[in-house]
Nanobody
Framework: QVLLVESGGGLVQAGGSLRLACVASDPTLKNYARAWFRRAPGESREFVAGIDRSGDGIYVADYLRNRFTISRDNAVNTVYLQMDNVIPDDTAIYYC???????????????????WGQGTQVTVSR
C-alpha cells in the first residue's frame, strides 16, 4: 500500500511560518505530480499548491502565491509546503496528494489524485 505521510503542522501565531512535509513510502511517486489541499472547518477541500514531477512546474493558488511556496526533493521522496506570514484563515487540515497518472502536471481538482495522506492540522492564532 502506497502511503503519503504529512508532518510539520501545529499551532503558530499569525505572522509566523511553518513548513509542511509530505513523504511518500513508494519511491516511484517521484514520477507523479503532487499537491497540497486544505480543508477548513465547515468548508470543502480546496487546492493550495501543486508541483510537477521535476519540481520545475509549480502552481500556487492565486490568493496564496505571495505567502506559500511548494518544492520537492525526489532524493528523499518528499514534497514541502512553505507557509509564511500565516493568518487565522489558514487554519485547516492540510492534505498531500499524488496524481493518478505519471508525468502529468498538477491540477487543482481533487479527483485527479488517487493517493492521499491523512492530513496534518495547522492552527493559526491571532
Amino acid at each position: 500500500q502506497v502511503l503519503l505521510v504529512e508532518s510539520g503542522g501545529g499551532l503558530v501565531q499569525a505572522g509566523g511560518s511553518l513548513r509542511l512535509a509530505c513523504v511518500a513510502s513508494d519511491p516511484t511517486l517521484k514520477n507523479y505530480a503532487r499537491a497540497w489541499f486544505r480543508r477548513a472547518p465547515g468548508e470543502s477541500r480546496e487546492f493550495v499548491a501543486g508541483i510537477d514531477r521535476s519540481g520545475d512546474g509549480i502552481y500556487v493558488a492565486d490568493y496564496l502565491r505571495n505567502r506559500f511556496t511548494i518544492s520537492r526533493d525526489n532524493a528523499v521522496n518528499t514534497v514541502y509546503l512553505q507557509m509564511d506570514n500565516v493568518i487565522p484563515d489558514d487554519t485547516a487540515i492540510y492534505y498531500c496528494a499524488s496524481h493518478k497518472f505519471p508525468g502529468r502536471g498538477p491540477s487543482g481538482n481533487t479527483w485527479d489524485y488517487s493517493v492521499w495522506g491523512q492530513g496534518t492540522q495547522v492552527t493559526v492564532s491571532r
